[in-house]
């Protein structure tokens, strides 16, 4: 069973800067990809930022030019640097194992437990 465990969360002020880490435990064959999600109270969980095994990414434009996803293979790793954070941000952010096909990513039923982030002064 692949565990995916979030940490970097917290709390922080508008315009900060915090780095998510999610550390997979093992690897699942048909995912070639990881993905953050983020989910506000009363919302519907969305996709923040996507990346392939290989570095390719792709970001909601929401969060465009303010947060960067990062993958290191050798340890089984992806990371979500997030600056010039907003109160809109704050949401409980989840890693996500999943695939790529014709360059859209597809989520897989793979979840870390979450790792809250709130933005405020």
């Known amino acids: 069973q692949v565990q995916l465990v979030e940490s970097g969360g917290g709390l922080v002020q508008p315009g900060g800067s915090l780095r998510l880490s999610c550390e997979a435990s093992?690897?699942?064959?048909?995912?070639?990809?990881m993905g953050w999600y983020r989910q506000a109270p009363g919302e519907q969980r969305d996709l923040v930022a996507s990346?392939?095994?290989?570095?390719?990414?792709n970001y909601a434009d929401s969060v465009k030019g303010r947060f960067t996803i990062s993958i290191d293979n050798a340890k089984n790793t992806v990371y979500l640097q997030m600056h010039s954070l907003k109160p809109e941000d704050t949401a409980v952010y989840y890693c996500n194992a999943g695939f790529t096909f014709s360059g859209t990513y597809y989520r897989l039923n793979h979840w870390g437990q979450g790792t809250q982030v709130t933005v405020s002064s």
């Open positions: 093992g690897t699942i064959p048909s995912s070639d990809a």
């Open positions: 990346i392939t095994r290989g570095g390719s990414t």
